[in-house]
Nanobody
Framework: VQLQASGGGLVQPGGSLRLSCRASGISIIAMDWYRQAPGKQRELVAGIGKGGRTSYADSVMGRFTISRDDAKNTVYLQMNSLKPEDTAVYYC????????WGQGTQVTVSS
């Protein structure tokens, strides 16, 4: 089982990025995106379940959208209206007979 995360980068406040997490070795049932900022604990940002049901942290509600493309076995995190406090390493996570993490992708929001 491998989760390959991509799409991070440097963006100005108010900008947008789209993260992708492609799974191999499993068919995605549910997946979450977490993030970890320097000196802080890893926190759950968004999740998508079977049937497309979604959930979001209060801090990103209305700005981030999680979605899935089952044909590509990929989950996306569209991040709009980015703020400096969104700066973190973002990780995708799936529980499939145990925890599986992607390698992390850096998102930096700075002018």
């Amino acid at each position: 089982v491998q989760l390959q995360a991509s799409g991070g980068g440097l963006v100005q406040p108010g900008g947008s990025l789209r993260l992708s997490c492609r799974a191999s070795g499993i068919s995605i049932i549910a997946m979450d995106w977490y993030r970890q900022a320097p000196g802080k604990q890893r926190e759950l940002v968004a999740g998508i379940g079977k049937g497309g049901r979604t959930s979001y942290a209060d801090s990103v509600m209305g700005r981030f959208t999680i979605s899935r493309d089952d044909a590509k076995n990929t989950v996306y995190l569209q991040m709009n209206s980015l703020k400096p406090e969104d700066t973190a390493v973002y990780y995708c996570y799936a529980d499939f007979f145990g925890p599986h993490w992607g390698q992390g992708t850096q998102v930096t929001v700075s002018s």
